[in-house]
Protein backbone atom coordinates (compact mmCIF):
# COMPACT_ATOMS: atom_id res chain seq x y z
CA UNK A 1 0.00 0.00 0.00
CA UNK A 2 1.17 3.42 -0.52
CA UNK A 3 0.28 5.61 2.61
CA UNK A 4 0.46 9.03 3.73
CA UNK A 5 0.20 10.48 6.70
CA UNK A 6 -0.76 13.94 7.77
CA UNK A 7 0.44 15.89 10.84
CA UNK A 8 0.95 19.56 11.88
CA UNK A 9 4.30 19.00 13.54
CA UNK A 10 7.07 16.45 12.90
CA UNK A 11 10.37 16.01 12.58
CA UNK A 12 12.25 17.96 13.76
CA UNK A 13 9.97 18.95 16.02
CA UNK A 14 9.56 16.66 19.05
CA UNK A 15 6.54 15.31 20.36
CA UNK A 16 4.56 13.05 21.87
CA UNK A 17 2.10 13.29 18.65
CA UNK A 18 5.26 13.45 16.17
CA UNK A 19 7.01 10.38 17.60
CA UNK A 20 3.45 8.49 17.47
CA UNK A 21 3.76 9.30 13.93
CA UNK A 22 7.35 7.84 13.31
CA UNK A 23 6.87 4.97 15.16
CA UNK A 24 3.79 4.09 13.13
CA UNK A 25 5.30 5.13 9.91
CA UNK A 26 9.07 2.81 10.55
CA UNK A 27 6.69 0.10 11.39
CA UNK A 28 4.58 0.33 8.41
CA UNK A 29 7.84 0.94 5.89
CA UNK A 30 9.06 -1.82 7.50
CA UNK A 31 6.69 -4.19 6.67
CA UNK A 32 6.97 -3.00 3.24
CA UNK A 33 4.32 -0.48 2.39
CA UNK A 34 5.22 3.07 0.80
CA UNK A 35 4.69 5.58 4.06
CA UNK A 36 5.24 9.52 3.95
CA UNK A 37 4.46 12.05 5.99
CA UNK A 38 3.11 15.54 4.74
CA UNK A 39 3.25 18.39 7.65
CA UNK A 40 3.49 21.89 8.23
CA UNK A 41 6.48 24.05 6.84
CA UNK A 42 7.02 25.87 10.31
CA UNK A 43 7.92 24.77 13.75
CA UNK A 44 5.74 26.58 16.56
CA UNK A 45 7.48 26.84 19.07
CA UNK A 46 10.13 29.08 17.36
CA UNK A 47 8.42 29.65 13.87
CA UNK A 48 11.27 27.91 12.09
CA UNK A 49 10.35 28.19 8.48
CA UNK A 50 11.80 24.42 7.15
CA UNK A 51 12.90 23.33 3.58
CA UNK A 52 9.67 21.86 1.57
CA UNK A 53 11.05 18.42 1.80
CA UNK A 54 13.32 16.03 3.64
CA UNK A 55 13.44 12.38 4.97
CA UNK A 56 13.95 11.25 8.27
CA UNK A 57 14.27 6.87 8.49
CA UNK A 58 14.15 6.59 5.24
CA UNK A 59 10.65 8.42 5.00
CA UNK A 60 10.09 10.93 2.48
CA UNK A 61 8.89 13.71 4.27
CA UNK A 62 6.61 17.17 2.82
CA UNK A 63 6.06 20.55 3.95
CA UNK A 64 3.20 22.84 2.78
CA UNK A 65 3.10 26.25 4.02
CA UNK A 66 0.25 27.50 6.22
CA UNK A 67 -1.66 31.00 7.55
CA UNK A 68 -3.88 31.43 10.65
CA UNK A 69 -3.16 30.03 14.48
CA UNK A 70 -1.05 26.61 14.88
CA UNK A 71 -4.60 25.68 16.46
CA UNK A 72 -6.33 25.55 13.51
CA UNK A 73 -4.13 26.63 10.62
CA UNK A 74 -5.28 26.83 7.01
CA UNK A 75 -3.58 24.89 3.81
CA UNK A 76 -4.22 23.94 0.67
CA UNK A 77 -4.68 20.70 0.33
CA UNK A 78 -2.64 19.19 -3.10
CA UNK A 79 -5.41 16.70 -4.23
CA UNK A 80 -3.17 15.36 -6.80
CA UNK A 81 -0.64 14.28 -3.97
CA UNK A 82 -3.09 12.95 -1.84
CA UNK A 83 -4.57 10.56 -4.48
CA UNK A 84 -1.23 9.18 -5.63
CA UNK A 85 -1.97 7.26 -2.02
CA UNK A 86 -3.79 4.02 -1.60
CA UNK A 87 -4.43 5.47 2.23
CA UNK A 88 -4.72 9.03 3.73
CA UNK A 89 -4.10 9.02 7.66
CA UNK A 90 -4.93 12.47 9.72
CA UNK A 91 -3.45 12.57 12.74
CA UNK A 92 -5.45 15.17 15.39
CA UNK A 93 -9.14 16.80 15.16
CA UNK A 94 -8.43 20.07 12.83
CA UNK A 95 -8.36 22.05 9.86
CA UNK A 96 -7.39 18.80 8.13
CA UNK A 97 -10.46 16.61 9.28
CA UNK A 98 -12.55 19.24 8.65
CA UNK A 99 -11.72 19.78 4.90
CA UNK A 100 -13.05 16.53 4.12
CA UNK A 101 -16.33 17.89 4.72
CA UNK A 102 -15.73 18.78 1.29
CA UNK A 103 -12.95 17.57 -0.11
CA UNK A 104 -13.44 14.09 0.80
CA UNK A 105 -15.56 13.15 -2.61
CA UNK A 106 -12.42 14.04 -4.26
CA UNK A 107 -10.45 11.69 -2.67
CA UNK A 108 -9.91 8.03 -4.11
CA UNK A 109 -8.53 6.39 -1.35
CA UNK A 110 -9.28 5.76 2.05
CA UNK A 111 -9.44 7.81 4.83
CA UNK A 112 -8.58 7.46 8.18
CA UNK A 113 -8.09 9.24 11.73
CA UNK A 114 -6.34 9.31 14.92
CA UNK A 115 -7.73 11.13 17.65
CA UNK A 116 -4.83 12.27 19.79
CA UNK A 117 -6.86 14.10 22.54
CA UNK A 118 -9.09 16.16 19.94
CA UNK A 119 -8.94 19.49 21.19
CA UNK A 120 -9.91 19.84 24.34
CA UNK A 121 -5.81 20.11 25.39
CA UNK A 122 -6.80 24.05 26.95
CA UNK A 123 -9.87 25.93 28.00
CA UNK A 124 -8.38 28.51 25.00
CA UNK A 125 -11.41 29.12 22.41
CA UNK A 126 -13.70 26.85 24.66
CA UNK A 127 -16.82 28.45 23.26
CA UNK A 128 -15.63 27.74 19.74
CA UNK A 129 -14.56 24.33 20.15
CA UNK A 130 -17.86 23.32 21.76
CA UNK A 131 -19.35 24.32 18.26
CA UNK A 132 -17.06 22.76 16.81
CA UNK A 133 -18.37 19.59 18.61
CA UNK A 134 -21.21 19.58 18.28
CA UNK A 135 -21.77 20.79 14.67
CA UNK A 136 -18.42 20.63 12.51
CA UNK A 137 -16.84 17.64 13.93
CA UNK A 138 -19.69 15.13 13.33
CA UNK A 139 -20.03 16.34 10.02
CA UNK A 140 -15.93 15.70 9.47
CA UNK A 141 -16.09 12.11 11.14
CA UNK A 142 -18.93 10.94 8.93
CA UNK A 143 -16.34 11.60 5.89
CA UNK A 144 -13.29 9.10 7.40
CA UNK A 145 -13.64 5.74 6.80
CA UNK A 146 -12.23 4.39 10.13
CA UNK A 147 -11.49 6.55 13.67
CA UNK A 148 -8.86 5.37 15.73
CA UNK A 149 -9.43 6.73 19.31
CA UNK A 150 -6.09 6.39 21.16
CA UNK A 151 -7.66 6.97 24.56
CA UNK A 152 -10.85 5.33 26.65
CA UNK A 153 -11.43 9.41 27.25
CA UNK A 154 -11.39 10.12 23.30
CA UNK A 155 -13.31 6.77 22.21
CA UNK A 156 -16.32 8.24 24.67
CA UNK A 157 -16.11 11.79 23.65
CA UNK A 158 -16.13 10.58 20.02
CA UNK A 159 -18.78 7.99 20.57
CA UNK A 160 -21.35 10.59 21.44
CA UNK A 161 -20.87 12.48 18.24
CA UNK A 162 -19.68 9.99 15.12
CA UNK A 163 -22.74 9.31 13.11
CA UNK A 164 -21.47 5.45 12.09
CA UNK A 165 -20.51 4.10 15.90
CA UNK A 166 -19.02 1.10 13.56
CA UNK A 167 -16.35 3.52 12.19
CA UNK A 168 -15.12 4.31 15.68
CA UNK A 169 -12.43 2.31 17.29
CA UNK A 170 -10.07 1.80 20.07
CA UNK A 171 -6.46 1.59 19.47
CA UNK A 172 -4.64 3.08 21.93
CA UNK A 173 -0.85 4.32 21.42
CA UNK A 174 1.86 1.94 21.12
CA UNK A 175 4.64 2.82 23.11
CA UNK A 176 8.25 2.42 22.52
CA UNK A 177 9.18 0.91 25.94
CA UNK A 178 13.24 0.62 25.19
CA UNK A 179 12.86 4.50 24.38
CA UNK A 180 14.43 5.48 27.60
CA UNK A 181 16.84 2.61 28.90
CA UNK A 182 19.83 3.43 29.50
CA UNK A 183 23.01 1.82 27.40
CA UNK A 184 24.37 0.97 30.96
CA UNK A 185 22.69 0.54 34.43
CA UNK A 186 22.84 3.33 36.88
CA UNK A 187 22.02 3.66 41.44
CA UNK A 188 18.83 4.79 41.18
CA UNK A 189 18.42 7.40 43.64
CA UNK A 190 14.78 9.62 45.36
CA UNK A 191 15.00 12.40 42.27
CA UNK A 192 12.06 13.04 40.01
CA UNK A 193 12.14 13.85 36.44
CA UNK A 194 9.07 15.49 34.12
CA UNK A 195 9.53 14.73 30.58
CA UNK A 196 7.50 16.57 28.17
CA UNK A 197 6.30 20.23 26.76
CA UNK A 198 6.80 23.25 28.66
CA UNK A 199 3.33 24.03 28.16
CA UNK A 200 0.77 25.97 30.17
CA UNK A 201 -1.93 22.78 29.89
CA UNK A 202 1.40 20.66 31.43
CA UNK A 203 0.92 23.18 34.97
CA UNK A 204 4.82 22.66 35.75
CA UNK A 205 4.43 25.91 37.79
CA UNK A 206 2.25 23.45 40.23
CA UNK A 207 4.57 20.45 40.00
CA UNK A 208 7.30 22.84 40.64
CA UNK A 209 5.34 24.23 43.70
CA UNK A 210 4.19 20.69 44.83
CA UNK A 211 8.00 19.05 44.66
CA UNK A 212 9.73 22.35 47.08
CA UNK A 213 6.55 21.61 49.25
CA UNK A 214 7.52 18.56 49.86
CA UNK A 215 11.49 19.46 50.43
CA UNK A 216 12.83 15.92 49.94
CA UNK A 217 16.33 16.70 49.71
CA UNK A 218 15.94 15.16 46.44
CA UNK A 219 16.20 16.90 42.76
CA UNK A 220 13.37 17.50 40.03
CA UNK A 221 14.69 17.11 36.48
CA UNK A 222 12.42 19.13 33.86
CA UNK A 223 13.25 17.77 30.34
CA UNK A 224 11.39 19.46 27.15
CA UNK A 225 11.35 22.16 24.56
CA UNK A 226 9.64 25.38 25.86
CA UNK A 227 6.62 25.66 24.14
CA UNK A 228 4.78 29.27 24.89
CA UNK A 229 6.94 30.95 27.16
CA UNK A 230 6.38 28.28 30.29
CA UNK A 231 10.41 27.94 30.64
CA UNK A 232 11.07 31.53 30.98
CA UNK A 233 8.61 32.15 33.51
CA UNK A 234 9.81 29.27 35.67
CA UNK A 235 13.74 30.40 35.32
CA UNK A 236 12.69 34.02 36.00
CA UNK A 237 11.61 32.58 39.87
CA UNK A 238 15.25 32.11 40.68
CA UNK A 239 14.26 28.61 42.04
CA UNK A 240 16.77 26.27 43.60
CA UNK A 241 19.20 24.00 42.56
CA UNK A 242 17.28 21.21 43.23
CA UNK A 243 15.35 21.81 40.38
CA UNK A 244 17.39 21.17 37.24
CA UNK A 245 16.38 22.55 33.58
CA UNK A 246 17.61 20.30 31.12
CA UNK A 247 15.42 21.57 28.16
CA UNK A 248 15.13 19.31 25.10
CA UNK A 249 18.36 16.74 25.16
CA UNK A 250 18.42 14.18 23.43
CA UNK A 251 17.03 10.65 23.62
CA UNK A 252 20.22 9.02 25.14
CA UNK A 253 20.54 11.65 27.57
CA UNK A 254 17.03 11.46 28.45
CA UNK A 255 17.93 7.77 29.10
CA UNK A 256 21.02 8.43 30.98
CA UNK A 257 19.10 10.69 33.40
CA UNK A 258 15.80 8.63 34.12
CA UNK A 259 18.37 5.55 35.11
CA UNK A 260 19.38 7.81 37.80
CA UNK A 261 15.68 8.97 38.92
CA UNK A 262 12.56 6.87 40.70
CA UNK A 263 9.74 9.09 39.93
CA UNK A 264 8.33 10.22 36.70
CA UNK A 265 5.86 12.92 37.84
CA UNK A 266 3.33 14.57 36.17
CA UNK A 267 0.82 17.54 36.35
CA UNK A 268 -1.00 18.02 33.20
CA UNK A 269 -4.50 19.19 33.25
CA UNK A 270 -5.11 17.37 29.42
CA UNK A 271 -3.05 14.40 27.90
CA UNK A 272 -4.87 12.52 25.03
CA UNK A 273 -3.41 9.40 26.12
CA UNK A 274 -0.01 9.51 28.44
CA UNK A 275 2.59 8.41 26.36
CA UNK A 276 5.75 9.98 28.43
CA UNK A 277 4.00 8.42 31.49
CA UNK A 278 3.82 4.98 29.45
CA UNK A 279 8.05 5.63 28.32
CA UNK A 280 9.23 5.81 31.81
CA UNK A 281 7.26 2.90 32.91
CA UNK A 282 8.47 1.04 30.41
CA UNK A 283 12.32 2.55 31.72
CA UNK A 284 11.26 1.26 35.32
CA UNK A 285 9.83 4.64 37.11
CA UNK A 286 7.42 5.09 39.78
CA UNK A 287 4.44 7.43 38.11
CA UNK A 288 3.22 10.21 40.12
CA UNK A 289 0.31 12.13 38.05
CA UNK A 290 -2.00 14.54 38.21
CA UNK A 291 -5.75 12.74 38.17
CA UNK A 292 -6.97 13.32 35.06
CA UNK A 293 -8.75 10.51 32.90
CA UNK A 294 -5.95 9.24 30.83
CA UNK A 295 -3.84 9.30 34.10
CA UNK A 296 -6.39 7.43 36.17
CA UNK A 297 -6.73 4.65 33.48
CA UNK A 298 -3.17 4.03 33.83
CA UNK A 299 -2.10 4.15 37.20
CA UNK A 300 -5.58 1.62 37.84
CA UNK A 301 -4.25 -0.72 35.02
CA UNK A 302 -0.98 -0.69 36.36
CA UNK A 303 0.61 1.13 38.99
CA UNK A 304 1.95 4.38 40.53
CA UNK A 305 0.26 7.00 42.47
CA UNK A 306 -2.82 9.79 41.29
CA UNK A 307 -3.07 13.06 43.11
CA UNK A 308 -4.26 16.55 42.62
CA UNK A 309 -1.44 18.63 41.44
CA UNK A 310 -3.54 21.74 42.03
CA UNK A 311 -3.95 21.13 45.90
CA UNK A 312 -0.67 22.73 47.77
CA UNK A 313 0.63 19.44 49.94
CA UNK A 314 -0.61 17.21 47.61
CA UNK A 315 2.74 15.37 46.91
CA UNK A 316 4.21 14.58 50.17
CA UNK A 317 1.45 12.19 50.88
CA UNK A 318 2.35 10.06 47.72
CA UNK A 319 5.96 10.21 48.02
CA UNK A 320 5.79 9.19 51.75
CA UNK A 321 3.49 6.48 50.79
CA UNK A 322 6.00 4.98 47.91
CA UNK A 323 9.09 5.21 50.60
CA UNK A 324 6.46 3.11 53.23
CA UNK A 325 5.52 0.50 50.23
CA UNK A 326 6.78 -2.98 50.44
CA UNK A 327 7.05 -2.76 47.04
CA UNK A 328 9.19 0.20 47.15
CA UNK A 329 12.59 -0.84 45.72
CA UNK A 330 10.61 -3.34 43.20
CA UNK A 331 7.84 -1.76 41.58
CA UNK A 332 9.73 0.10 38.59
CA UNK A 333 10.44 -3.86 37.67
CA UNK A 334 6.82 -4.99 38.07
CA UNK A 335 5.85 -1.55 35.53
CA UNK A 336 7.51 -2.51 33.06
CA UNK A 337 6.52 -6.27 32.71
CA UNK A 338 2.94 -4.72 33.33
CA UNK A 339 3.27 -2.33 30.30
CA UNK A 340 4.46 -4.93 27.68
CA UNK A 341 0.58 -4.75 26.44
CA UNK A 342 1.75 -1.10 24.99
CA UNK A 343 4.68 -2.85 22.20
CA UNK A 344 3.96 -0.84 18.53
CA UNK A 345 4.28 -4.19 16.54
CA UNK A 346 0.83 -5.48 17.63
CA UNK A 347 -0.64 -1.67 17.39
CA UNK A 348 0.57 -1.53 13.61
CA UNK A 349 -1.17 -4.67 12.62
CA UNK A 350 -4.40 -3.51 13.61
CA UNK A 351 -4.27 -0.09 12.20
CA UNK A 352 -2.73 -1.96 8.70
CA UNK A 353 -5.86 -4.33 8.68
CA UNK A 354 -8.44 -1.65 9.09
CA UNK A 355 -6.79 -0.07 5.97
CA UNK A 356 -7.03 -3.36 4.24
CA UNK A 357 -10.58 -3.78 5.09
CA UNK A 358 -11.75 -0.29 3.73
CA UNK A 359 -9.72 0.36 0.84
CA UNK A 360 -12.49 -0.91 -1.26
CA UNK A 361 -14.97 1.05 0.65
CA UNK A 362 -15.99 4.77 -0.23
CA UNK A 363 -17.10 7.10 2.26
CA UNK A 364 -20.22 8.42 2.43
Not at 78 to 86: M, P
Not at 132 to 155: E, M, Q
Not at 274 to 294: F, K, R, T, Y
Amino acid sequence: MRILHYVRQFHPSVGGIQDVVLQIARRQKAAGHHVEVMTLDRIFADNEKLPATDEVDGIPITRVPFRGIRQYPLLKLDLDTVNRFDVFHIHCVDSMLDKMIYLRHRIRGSVFLTTHGLYFHTEKFARIKQLFYRFITPRALAKVDKVFACSRNDHELIGRIIPDPDRLMLVENGVALDKFLPAAPAERTEDMVYIGRMASHKNVDALVDRFLEADTGARLHLVGRDFDGTLDRLRARNLPDSVVFHGAIDTDAIADLVARCRYFVSASSFEGFGLSAVEAMGAGLIPILNDIPPFRALVEGHGGYLIDFTRPGSLTPALEAARRSPEHDTLGETLQRSVRGYSWDEKVKAILAQYQQSRARPAS
